[in-house]
């Protein structure tokens, strides 16, 4: 392969695991990665779902499957990780996307209960936390020197959001877990970075959950008079910034929480 090719398709002959990778920003980043040349396996609650999102994604030929699993239960992310490497050999990138976003995951504080907090919590953080924990223990089986472990955070990690204590808590959690993992990870070369976006325009995605985009909880332009770009964001800028610290080129990043927000954090 030319030095041109390798650099058009950094992530040939690698696995990626994409948890939610069939809908929104995962779909987007599934894409991406699979086009810069990763095998890419999506989760999503259930297997049919999986199928029919991974053929979606696939139109164009890129390599895409799909296994189903609920990551709010410990004994399925266990599965989860287990079947992609009894089905696909190996994993090489971890994206955890999946969460419970949006109004789902939206309430007053005072009236909060707890079947939504654990919700929120066990597929946000818990889930996060034990699809690392799984796909650490393989690459460390494997011996691997250049895993990478990508998690989705939010600028909620940094600013206060109305009705959204639960969800904020969950992704503040993501940045702290993000840097412990580094630490650990670190002496098997096993690097672990987070992403946070900020405002991302779900709607004109084909592979988002429906019609109605499950961020917009507020509107389009209360978020783009407060970003200095003056525009929300797309599903694919999350994407590129995650491809870029789960490539080689970013092989000295680790621990680290990359803000894609368009500035809105500067404020």
Known sequence: MSGTGARARPFAGRVALVTGGGTGIGAAISSLLAERGASVVICQPDQPMADRLAAE????????AGIGADLARATECARLVATCVAE??????????????????????????DDQLDAIVDVNLKGAFRCSREVARHLVERG????????????GAFAAQDRASAYVASKAGIVGMTRGMAFELAPHGIRVVAVAPGDVELSQTSTAVGDEDPYDVLPAEWWSRRAPLRRRGSPLDIARAVAFVASDEASYVTGETIVVDGGWLSY
């Open 88 to 113: 696909h050999g190996r994993v090489d990138v971890l994206v955890n996307c999946a969460a419970v976003v949006g109004r789902a995951a939206l309430g007053d504080l005072l009236a909060f209960d």
């Open 57 to 64: 994604l696939s139109r164009d030929g890129a390599p895409i």
């Open 144 to 155: 691997s020197s250049d895993g990478v472990i990508v998690n989705i955070a939010s600028v």
